[in-house]
C-alpha cells in the first residue's frame, strides 16, 4: 500500500478514510458556527465559548490531516 494511497485504501463501513474525516470536518465546523452562534446572537451560553475556541483548535487538525491526505494522492 504506498503512501499516497492510504487515506483512500483504508475503507470504513464500505467508505475511504478520507470521506469520513471530511464528514467529520464538516460537523465539526457547523458545531462550532453554532456554538458561536448560539453565544453571541441568540444570548444562550449552554455551552461556554471557551469551548468554541477549543474546538477550532480540533477543526484545524482534523481539516488539516484530511487535506494531507487528499493532498498525497493527488500530488503523487
Given at each position: 500500500?504506498?503512501?499516497?494511497?492510504?487515506?483512500?485504501?483504508?475503507?470504513?463501513?464500505?467508505?475511504?478514510?478520507?470521506?469520513?474525516?471530511?464528514?467529520?470536518?464538516?460537523?465539526?465546523?457547523?458545531?462550532?458556527?453554532?456554538?458561536?452562534?448560539?453565544?453571541?446572537?441568540?444570548?444562550k451560553?449552554?455551552?461556554?465559548?471557551?469551548?468554541?475556541?477549543?474546538?477550532?483548535?480540533?477543526?484545524?487538525?482534523?481539516?488539516?490531516?484530511?487535506?494531507?491526505?487528499?493532498?498525497?494522492?493527488?500530488?503523487?
Amino acid at each position: 500500500m504506498p503512501l499516497s494511497t492510504i487515506g483512500y485504501d483504508i475503507t470504513l463501513l464500505g467508505k475511504p478514510l478520507v470521506i469520513w474525516l471530511g464528514i467529520l470536518t464538516f460537523t465539526l465546523v457547523f458545531l462550532q458556527v453554532f456554538i458561536a452562534f448560539t453565544n453571541l446572537r441568540m444570548n444562550k451560553s449552554w455551552i461556554p465559548f471557551e469551548v468554541h475556541r477549543k474546538l477550532g483548535y480540533v477543526v484545524l487538525l482534523v481539516a488539516a490531516i484530511h487535506a494531507i491526505i487528499v493532498g498525497l494522492y493527488w500530488w503523487f
